[in-house]
């Protein structure tokens, strides 16, 4: 199997790169620049070219020979409202479109926890971001024939990996998870697909693989 792992330069991204190539999977990452490159290579993935302020049309030559398309790309915290609406909602949809054209089937998003939660968007005090997720992942489920995953992490962390999460999140106390546990969780997807699928996780008690392969 081989995987495009779009966004793979971002802090989630390259732990995803990192675990999914150490299963023994070919891994394209699609990075923004070829400065990129070197980093990229040194965590066991492939490099391709991924411009998200391009057209969907220019995405689909890295595609090629992919199985699997994973969006893990996102603006960051640094940059402005405009390019929340360009990165995690139209170059996220410009990414769907893409892999249809290519004729991929299999999409996974990393979204966030509470997205479908309006009341949740003003209290974030980052509104604009879930109004990009959300409606980006109304896209994947309703525009496009794609065997779509969302994954939805909490409030995301630098901390050790623990190798557990929960799926319960509304009684769960604990609201965040490792970066790492993320790009763990995204990488049992990979390995055992969950069509149709939408779920939010944080840290908890659950073996990853085991509460992945919970969902239903």
């Known amino acids: 199997m081989t995987t495009l792992i779009i966004g793979a330069h971002g802090h989630v991204g390259q732990h995803i790169v990192k675990q999914l190539a150490a299963t023994g999977e070919t891994v394209y ?30 995405m689909v030559p890295a595609m090629a020979g992919v199985d699997t398309v994973v969006f893990s790309a996102g603006s960051g915290g640094s940059t402005g409202d405009d390019m929340t609406l360009n ?10 479109i893409a892999t249809e054209k290519a004729g991929i089937k299999r999409f996974i998003i990393v979204s966030a926890m509470g997205t479908d939660d309006r ?5 974030s005090g980052i509104r604009p971001y879930y109004v990009a997720k959300y409606y980006a992942d109304q896209w994947l489920r309703h525009r496009t024939n794609l065997d779509y995953t969302i994954v939805r992490p909490g409030i995301l962390t630098n ?3 623990t190798g557990k999460i929960t799926l319960d999140t509304a009684n769960s106390d604990i609201k965040s998870i490792s970066r790492e546990d993320v790009a763990a969780a995204v990488v049992a997807v990979v390995k055992h697909p969950l069509p149709k699928q939408t779920f939010e996780l944080v840290n908890g008690d659950t073996a990853i693989a085991d509460a992945v392969a919970a969902v239903k």
Request: proline share 4%.
């Open 119 to 123: 009341t949740f968007w003003d209290k």
């Open 29 to 58: 990452a699609g990075i923004r620049s070829a400065t990129q490159a070197d980093s990229i290579t040194a965590l066991g993935g492939q490099p391709r070219i991924v411009d998200l302020l391009g057209t969907a049309d220019a």
């Open 87 to 96: 990165i995690d909602l139209d170059g996220a949809i410009k990414s769907m």
């Open 159 to 161: 901390d050790a990996p």
